[in-house]
């Protein structure tokens, strides 16, 4: 039986003024009716570059197919050569200044997407479109490939919103993307992706940044609906666990070139390549606390041996005896519907009469789903959200009864460290000038003293003192969460709140960066409240655990006494939703 799609020695090369960059090299790649394969790499491998190839949507130029073909087979098309239609493409709209969607080879291409190829992109707040509502965009997807009126795609889509389990699908119809939440946005796309049954769907990334029992109802709805309807299915990832849970066979991706390729069996039980071999140990669920986390490099550099690049440092103890900040009875309400008079008449509680301590030196994990009250508690505890009632104290003085204009002092011992560090570093500063701007405005150090502070604090987090006349956009994800840490620690703060720090990040700059904090609170001493939705990340990183629940801390205690041994069934739930890798 031929495979519904067959990439052949791909190549892809992006031009710009100087030079040629090999995005993807010699790529052979093979996908069945009914098989989900996964592809798996760090950012930057190509794996996205890849997946847009298929739907044509890579910019040629700067983009060029430098070899190999795409074959695609499905419904009566025999051996259709995607990168063919882009050539025609190209040719068509270079002869006309308005390329027309009357062009047949355009047309073929339009034709294809949406109803036999279709993509789940990885962000779905930036692939929906924010001033159409959600249901027309769906709609819209059905009267153009399946050629019906606009009440029965109405009808159509209520029907994907309820087999993709949408509450309501009659009022989210009819709201835009901004007014659900980020799972629903990934249903509304998984929605639109399936709505036209194609033969193969590629899921990008599908539940980067999701909670876990989120994630776990996508992949679950994803698998369902790849059976019911026989798809080929292209899941790119850097979750193991994911990959563990439903992928028939796995690719592994580096700098542009699959490594090894096999059943997800073998790929688990026997890797043959140092850099698989990397990706699986480095999961922070198979180290214990202190322990160094493997990276890839302890395993492609020459004659390093990961055993012992993995050798446990002694944990800090922190001071039990020694409480830095200490919460009571806190609550955060936000109002959510006002009179006539401005006055409001009903709040959301997103922290409900919340109470614990920090001790110093510690690491205290806060574990919850998105909506929970994480962020809000955590925005709270350094007073850049007003809390509601009770009081927060810091090093044993209230910073709730501190007026605004007398909170100097806390604002430089405090410090965040922001989930996305792309949105929280200004664009248009260097790093240098965003590193130097909270010395200027709290310390009297001359310029020549930044300088040589600025220098010391890249070193810290392992960058390159050179890289200070850089731009944010010139680095990496887990370059950039790096120097944000370094704009967290300029002031030499005694507490820092680390909001969802490694969300986002592959599996081996996740280990880089939980590496780094552990060496920073070892050497300086800090005191953390480590935020996140993954319990294996914060069992890792933490001492104690709080789990928290619609603004409600349920559990508390030991973090590895809970993550063995939960007691309340939320916890259980958490818990169960993990992707596990057993094989």
């Not at 202190?290 to 103890?317: C, H, K, W, Y």
């Amino acid at each position: 039986m031929q495979p519904l799609l067959d990439i052949q020695n791909l190549s892809i090369d992006f031009t710009t003024e100087n030079e040629k960059i090999s995005a993807v090299e010699n790529l052979s790649l093979q996908i069945k009716r009914g098989e989900i394969v996964a592809l798996v790499g760090e950012s930057g491998s190509g794996k996205s570059v890849t997946a847009l190839s298929l739907l044509q949507l890579l910019p040629t130029p700067p983009a060029i197919y430098a070899g190999g073909k795409i074959l695609f087979s499905d419904s009566g098309v025999s051996h259709l050569d995607l990168i063919s239609l882009v050539n025609k493409k190209r040719t068509s709209t270079s002869n006309s200044k308005i390329a027309s969607i009357n062009n047949p080879e355009i047309k073929e291409i339009s034709d294809l997407r949406g109803s036999q190829i279709a993509m789940i992109f990885q962000e779905p707040m930036t692939s929906l479109n924010p001033v159409m509502k959600c249901g027309k965009q769906i709609a819209e997807a059905l009267v153009r490939h399946k050629r019906i009126s606009r009440a029965e795609a109405k009808k159509e889509t209520l029907k994907w919103f309820e087999k993709v389990d949408i509450p309501d699908p009659e009022k989210t119809f009819h709201k835009y993307p901004h007014q659900i939440s980020g799972g629903q946005k990934q249903r509304v796309m998984i929605a639109m992706a399936m709505c036209c049954q194609p033969a193969l769907l590629i899921c990008d990334e599908p539940t980067t940044a999701l909670d876990v029992t989120v994630q776990k109802k996508i992949l679950l709805l994803i698998k369902q609906l790849q059976q019911e309807q026989n798809m080929g299915v292209l899941l790119i990832t850097h979750d193991l666990g994911i990959v563990a849970e439903i992928a028939d066979r796995v690719a592994i991706m580096f700098k542009g070139v699959i490594l090894e390729q096999n059943s997800t069996i073998e790929i688990f039980r026997h890797p043959q390549h140092p850099y698989t071999k990397a990706l699986i140990a480095c999961r922070p669920a198979l180290h214990a606390k202190g322990e160094r986390l493997p990276v890839v490099d302890d395993f492609l550099q020459p004659g390093q041996n990961p055993a012992v690049a993995a050798t446990s440092s002694p944990p800090m103890i922190p001071h039990l005896n020694e409480v830095l900040v200490k919460v009571e009875n806190l609550s955060v309400r936000f109002p959510v519907k006002r009179n006539l008079l401005g006055k409001a008449t009903h709040y959301f509680t997103a922290v409900d009469n919340t109470s614990f301590e920090i001790y110093r030196g510690e690491t205290l994990g806060l574990v919850g789903e998105s909506g929970c009250g994480k962020t809000t508690l955590g925005r709270a505890l350094l007073r850049l959200i007003e809390p509601s009632g009770g009081d927060i104290l810091f090093q044993g003085s209230s910073i709730t009864q501190t007026p605004e204009s007398n909170l100097q002092h806390f604002r430089k011992e405090v410090q965040l460290v922001f989930q996305d560090p792309f949105s929280s570093l200004n664009p248009r500063l260097t790093i240098g000038e965003a590193l130097a701007e909270p010395m200027r405005l709290f310390s009297d150090e001359t310029k020549t003293q930044r300088r040589s502070s600025i220098s010391k604090l890249l070193e810290q987090v392992q960058l390159s003192p050179k890289f200070a006349s850089r731009y944010p956009h010139e680095f990496s994800g887990g370059q950039r969460q790096r120097i944000v840490i370094a704009r967290a620690l300029a002031l030499n703060p005694t507490f820092l709140v680390c909001d969802e720090s490694v969300s986002a990040l592959d599996v081996s700059v996740q280990a880089q960066i939980l590496n780094l904090l552990n060496n920073l609170k070892s050497e300086l001493g800090l005191t953390m409240l480590f935020i996140s939705h993954d319990l294996s990340v914060i069992r890792y990183m933490s001492d104690r655990l709080m789990v928290m629940k619609a603004g409600k801390i349920v559990e508390r205690g030991d973090s590895e006494e809970i993550y063995r041994n939960p007691k309340h069934d939320y916890t259980k739930q958490l818990l169960s939703a993990i992707p596990k890798i057993k094989l």
